[in-house]
């Protein structure tokens, strides 16, 4: 009998993963203002990510967010576009929980070498920003705080009015160099960093969590950086 379940194991269909994405990262061809607008010239060169909705057994609505990448000398720039019909943004200070709220993430991993270490920012619709170190995809060191991270948002409605129609909102990140210096160089032409751009959408129960690239996993999570799609940075 164990003989027989072990064939029937190893017979069995796998049920393969779809392929990482990749994504350029252009060069700012201009100056970024973070604004929260992203109505910059620079950001017409950045190719769009669409967001997609891996869970479908999630009741939050489908709401379509739109992320941006590029990078200059002394800054790495993201920028989302997050439709949303009802904005909501509790949290306020630095390093409070926004992941609750409605808010997007950026987890990068500058050494894709390795997956046990890697930078989370997530930035809630008020542009409150709770960043941290990833270790092991289960310690957060949130005492670690990025230097001179610029952010800024802007939000087309009434930030948590419920009960109105609102329109969306915006957010840009700038984030310098030297925070990444522990684990990579500041990046040349064809360099390859790995991240996930993620969204958390909507007030319990009905939420949902949209993502770049898939996870892979069987129940909502963002933080697996093994399935991080791939940033190449070029002129």
Same mark, same amino acid.
């Given at each position: 009998?164990?003989?027989?379940?072990?064939?029937?194991?190893?017979?069995?269909?796998?049920?393969?993963?779809?392929?990482?994405?990749?994504?350029?990262?252009?060069?700012?061809?201009?100056?970024?203002?973070?604004?929260?607008?992203? =109505? $910059?010239?620079?950001?017409?060169?950045?190719?769009?990510?669409? &967001?997609?909705? @891996?869970?479908?057994? #999630? %009741?939050?609505?489908?709401?379509?967010?739109?992320?941006?990448?590029?990078?200059?000398?002394?800054?790495?720039?993201?920028?989302?576009?997050?439709?949303?019909?009802?904005?909501?943004?509790?949290?306020?200070?630095? =390093? $409070?929980?926004?992941?609750?709220?409605?808010?997007?993430?950026? &987890?990068?991993? @500058?050494?894709?070498? #390795? %997956?046990?270490?890697?930078?989370?920012?997530?930035?809630?619709?008020?542009?409150?920003?709770?960043?941290?170190?990833?270790?092991?995809?289960?310690?957060?060191?949130?005492?670690?705080?990025?230097?001179?991270?610029?952010?800024a948002s802007f939000i087309r409605g009434t930030l948590n009015a419920r009960g109105d129609e609102d329109q969306g909102w915006s957010l840009e990140v700038a984030i310098p160099w030297v925070n990444f210096e522990e684990l990579a160089k500041r990046p040349t032409p064809g360099t390859v960093w790995t991240a996930n751009l993620n969204r958390w959408d909507g007030v319990e129960p009905d939420r949902r969590l949209s993502m770049w690239s898939d996870s892979g996993?069987?129940?909502?999570?963002?933080?697996?950086?093994?399935?991080?799609?791939?940033?190449?940075?070029?002129?």
């Amino acid at each position: 009998m164990r003989i027989l379940l072990t064939c029937l194991l190893l017979s069995a269909p796998l049920v393969a993963q779809p392929p990482v994405p990749r994504y350029e990262v252009k060069r700012a061809p201009g100056p970024i203002v973070i604004d929260g607008k992203l =109505d $910059d010239k620079a950001w017409a060169a950045a190719p769009a990510i669409e &967001f997609i909705f @891996p869970w479908q057994f #999630q %009741t939050g609505a489908k709401q379509k967010t739109i992320a941006k990448l590029l990078w200059d000398d002394d800054y790495l720039y993201v920028g989302y576009e997050c439709e949303d019909k009802d904005i909501v943004a509790q949290r306020t200070e630095r =390093d $409070d929980p926004t992941y609750l709220d409605d808010a997007v993430e950026f &987890f990068v991993d @500058p050494k894709p070498s #390795q %997956t046990t270490v890697y930078f989370g920012l997530e930035m809630n619709a008020r542009a409150v920003l709770y960043d941290y170190l990833m270790v092991d995809t289960k310690y957060v060191f949130k005492r670690f705080n990025m230097q001179g991270v610029q952010l800024a948002s802007f939000i087309r409605g009434t930030l948590n009015a419920r009960g109105d129609e609102d329109q969306g909102w915006s957010l840009e990140v700038a984030i310098p160099w030297v925070n990444f210096e522990e684990l990579a160089k500041r990046p040349t032409p064809g360099t390859v960093w790995t991240a996930n751009l993620n969204r958390w959408d909507g007030v319990e129960p009905d939420r949902r969590l949209s993502m770049w690239s898939d996870s892979g996993d069987a129940q909502p999570n963002p933080h697996h950086p093994a399935r991080f799609g791939q940033l190449v940075f070029v002129k």
